[in-house]
């Protein structure tokens, strides 16, 4: 089961200058935070695939919501904030061509779907029904991966799934102590075709989390620091901490900025 969190790539996209627009976000301390999480995934063994920003998609960073990889299989997404349609299409030709993917499309016109709404436990897939992903987006997801159960679960905040739960390990669900956050944890427990442990945080922000090749990566000490004791506490793998505080303001956190990809063979030559 641990190798599900076993991957050899990641596809990241670097900051266009139009991010600005998204919100109040210093866009040099954005970058800097950026580069570091990007020097982190190659620390972690992983091949990075950097895109270039793209003006005209102020969101192309935020690289999760385009795509579902499961033993590397593609699901293209629809995203549901219709200025981002496009960004799927340089996501689409890069997994193809350079990681040499198989690719699924969602045929249902009216789905939506944010790659950040699905969660995949290693043994079952969650997915948030929020105001990017609907039902018909739930259902795409369970069409292309039918060897697993597949959840549709409610969001109520603007917040996309894995902004309350992410996983951070095997079989560790990682959840803020919200109420809101709680109440998604109830949902998914509720109807989960399996059982899991719990990593409660005191900070919602801190539950973002991204458990790769046996090592934990989470936000830094200066960004959720009552959550860092947390950690420090209760899990004895590696650990590695990222500040993300600048991007996170406009996405989930530390899941959005990459696709985790594991791929069994070499990359073909360019």
Known sequence: MASTFRYTHAVVCRLPLSLRTR??????????????????????????????????????????????VCNGTVLITKPGSPHRVKEVETIRVVLKKELDLPIIEISDQDAKLDGGDVLFTGKEFFVGLSEWTNEAGARAVAAAF?????????????????GYVTMAGPDVLCVGASKEAQEVLKRMEREATFSYQTLTLPEDSAANVLYINGTLVHRSLEEVPQSCKVFAEKVDFPRRSVSISQLAKTSSGLSSCCLLIKRSRHIRSL
């Not at 091949?47 to 999760?64: G, H, M, R």
């Not at 039918?146 to 894995?162: A, F, I, N, R």
């Open 146 to 162: 039918p060897e697993y159960p597949c959840t549709p679960v409610k969001v109520t905040e603007s917040k996309h799934l894995k």
């Open 23 to 68: 919100g109040e976000i210093e866009l040099e301390e954005a970058k800097k935070q950026h580069e570091s999480y990007v020097r982190l995934l190659r620390e972690l063994g992983l091949d990075v695939i950097e895109l270039p920003p793209d003006e005209t998609l102020p969101e192309c960073v935020f690289v999760e919501d385009t795509a579902v």
